[in-house]
């Protein structure tokens, strides 16, 4: 099945800067790409995905890229805010079961 | 549009008894709805894909006589977790597709689970 690594586990940055979040995947099968927010005991939301036609894709202060060679796609947050704060997970799916395999989660930490 | 409910939010239970969890999309017919675990600080794992009118497909570990799913119409799955321990306690997410999109899916609320 797929496996989708995730890093890093956890990211502290200051406010107004940037952070990255990087994931792998294993199946090259896989064609859409998606991330999610979650805040504690709350559902995961989707902020951004990508399907393997586009290389990029960008929304405000969020964007995501994807090498489908390298099989890897990135998390981009510019001008980071304490909002941001919360954990992130990647993902991973197909169309032929639409199944989502997710990342192990990345803590961010944005410090006033 | 396309919201998922699941009920109850949390629930506490004893060691041996059933529990029934339920996932509803209020806007929308799913065709497939997926139900996920997650224990605290870890990732979600896919328990089961669930189709309407069908028998749900199990991942690889999960017991399918423990975790019953039932998706009895385009609106309504279930989830009871038979003779509950305390290592059963972990929150309960499900999700489905609206058929429409060919990928996105929308996450239910959680259930919180506790086993005493």
């Known amino acids: 099945g797929e496996n989708v690594e995730q890093h890093p586990s956890t990211l502290s940055v200051q406010e107004g800067d940037s952070a990255v979040i990087k994931c792998t995947y294993s199946?090259?099968?896989?064609?859409?790409f998606p991330w999610y927010k979650q805040e504690l005991g709350k559902r995961p939301q989707l902020i951004i995905d990508?399907?393997?036609?586009?290389g990029e894709k960008k929304d405000q202060r969020i964007a995501v890229t994807l090498n489908k060679t390298a099989k890897h796609f990135s998390l981009h947050i510019t001008e980071t805010q304490p909002e941001d704060s919360a954990v992130y997970f990647c993902?991973?799916?197909?169309?032929?079961?639409?199944?989502?395999?997710f990342g192990a989660g990345t803590t961010v930490t944005v410090r006033a | 549009g396309a919201v998922v409910s699941q009920h109850p939010s949390r629930v506490i239970c004893k060691s041996g008894t059933s529990v029934k969890i339920e996932c509803r999309s209020l806007?929308?017919?799913?065709?497939?709805m997926f139900w996920y675990r997650q224990f605290p600080k870890q990732s979600l794992m896919l328990m089961a894909t669930?189709?309407?009118?069908?028998?749900?497909?199990?991942e690889q570990g999960v017991e399918k006589d423990k975790f019953l799913i039932n998706h009895a119409s385009l609106t309504l799955s279930t989830l009871t977790v038979t003779s509950a321990h305390p290592e059963d306690s972990s929150f309960y997410i499900c999700?489905?597709?609206?058929?429409?999109?060919?990928?996105?899916?929308?996450f239910g609320p959680g259930t919180r689970l506790t086993v005493t």
């Open positions: 999700s489905a597709r609206t058929g429409q999109g060919p990928y996105e899916q929308y």
């Open positions: 199946d090259s099968a896989s064609n859409y």
């Open positions: 990508i399907r393997s036609n586009v």
């Open positions: 993902a991973a799916s197909k169309t032929n079961d639409y199944k989502l395999s």
């Open positions: 806007d929308f017919q799913a065709t497939t």
């Open positions: 669930s189709n309407e009118g069908s028998k749900a497909t199990y």
